[in-house]
């Protein structure tokens, strides 16, 4: 493919990038609050975060090597965020927790269907030398959409009195129009390797797949016990955001606004800085830094605290879109990143599976006997200590090249 058309190609992929999380935006930074209004308890929260994290990544692996075996992306892609778009109306009209848990984990799982072909669709369009920028770029794209929603959305839904129908018909809406902007795209032609259901579903392979490559199983292993204890703190922070801080839908939405407006701000110099002194140092950083979370919201006392952490978690979050993918992708086979990648999702979904549920379930239960209050510091030193020991631990992962040829 000609440069031109190559740059072509990216802008396409770019303008979903954006379309698609200007639809997300409306609505999904607002779900975990809002399952707390209608009535959920730390315990269904914490569920609501597993099963989300769970039907996210589970069907990614048969997916992922549909993907790989079909050789087409942008089909999957289309078909899947549609459907997932839609999705959103139902969820806005359901007020029973239960429901509106069972409703929004079938949401995340659509949705999450497209992402091995996303992940394939980016990966054929961007050269080693250049992946970092061009995550980087696609980030501040998803970034941008997900800034100019989430800062309308919160006061819409607070103008509305809570009520969240209107955001979620404009997230079918925005959503549907990012998977169509896909069409556009003209794929790079793979050839097709004979479809079998068994292949597809089959996961006694699967320890033999990560092992093919000790870089890539190596980061699994230390991203899989990291994002259990990430996830433990989750449901807790529902809870001190709805419950404990008692705050809006428009001061939920300044906070995304303030990590979103900050994350763009240094994506493209975290971009640039990967190229210069390479993944790991950032990888680092990111997962270091992620310790400060629980430690901020056990202590806050009002909005401002939680604006300061999200201001820093801005370039937290840049240091790891400019750097995670990109490490993932240097270290697998072209012809696998659907496979490889699906499979890096099922194993992480799997322990913020695990994470989530205990750290909700575990904090209902201590509430009985200790109060709210020490319960909540209980979980959330609990989540920093492993996050912190977690971060350190990435210093032993092995830097990649720049001019890695894959295998």
Request: hydrophobic residues 50%; positive net charge.
């Amino acid at each position: 493919m000609s440069k031109d058309g190559a740059d072509k190609k990216l802008k396409w992929i770019y303008g979903r990038a954006f379309a698609s999380s200007l639809g997300n935006g409306m609505i999904s930074p607002f779900i975990y609050v809002y399952a707390a209004r209608i009535g959920a308890s730390s315990g269904e929260i914490g569920w609501m975060h597993s099963f989300n994290n769970l039907f996210t990544n589970s069907l990614q692996v048969p997916f992922g090597r549909l993907t790989d075996s079909i050789g087409r992306r942008i089909p999957i892609i289309v078909i899947t965020s549609i459907l997932a778009s839609l999705l959103w109306i139902p969820i806005a009209l359901v007020t029973q927790p239960k429901v509106f848990i069972f409703l929004v984990a079938l949401q995340f799982l659509l949705a999450s269907i497209s992402v091995p072909a996303w992940n394939a669709l980016i990966s054929e369009s961007s050269q080693a030398s250049t992946r970092s920028i061009v995550v980087s770029n696609i980030n501040i794209a998803s970034l941008t959409g997900g800034l100019i929603a989430t800062f309308f959305s919160g006061w819409l839904i607070d103008y509305a009195g809570g009520e969240i129908i209107v955001s979620a018909a404009l997230a079918s809406i925005l959503g549907s129009t990012g998977a169509l902007i896909l069409l556009k795209v003209k794929e790079k032609k793979i050839k097709q390797r004979r479809i079998s259901l068994g292949p597809l579903f089959s996961i006694s392979d699967i320890p033999n797949l990560i092992n093919e490559n000790t870089d890539f199983r190596f980061f699994l292993k230390l991203v899989a016990l990291q994002s259990f204890f990430m996830s433990f703190a989750w449901p807790l922070f529902t809870i001190t955001t709805a419950i404990v801080l008692n705050l809006g839908m428009g001061e939920v939405g300044v906070l995304s606004v303030i990590q979103t407006v900050s994350t763009i701000l240094s994506q493209a110099l975290m971009g640039r800085l990967s190229l210069r002194i390479g993944k790991k140092p950032l990888i680092v950083f990111h997962y270091v830094s992620l310790t400060a979370v629980p430690l901020v919201y056990c202590f806050a006392s009002g909005f401002i605290h939680i604006a300061v952490l999200n201001l820093f978690l801005g370039f937290v979050a840049a240091s790891g879109n400019a750097t995670i993918l990109p490490y993932i992708l240097d270290t697998i086979p072209e012809d696998r990143v659907g496979e490889a990648t699906s499979i890096y999702n099922m194993i992480v979904g799997i322990a913020y599976f695990t994470g989530s549920a205990l750290g909700g379930n575990l904090t209902e239960l201590l509430n009985q006997s200790f109060g709210r209050t020490v319960s909540l510091r209980i979980g959330y030193f609990a989540s920093a200590l492993g996050r912190f020991i977690m971060g350190v631990s990435f210093l032993k992962i092995r830097e990649t090249s720049q001019s890695t040829k894959r295998k």
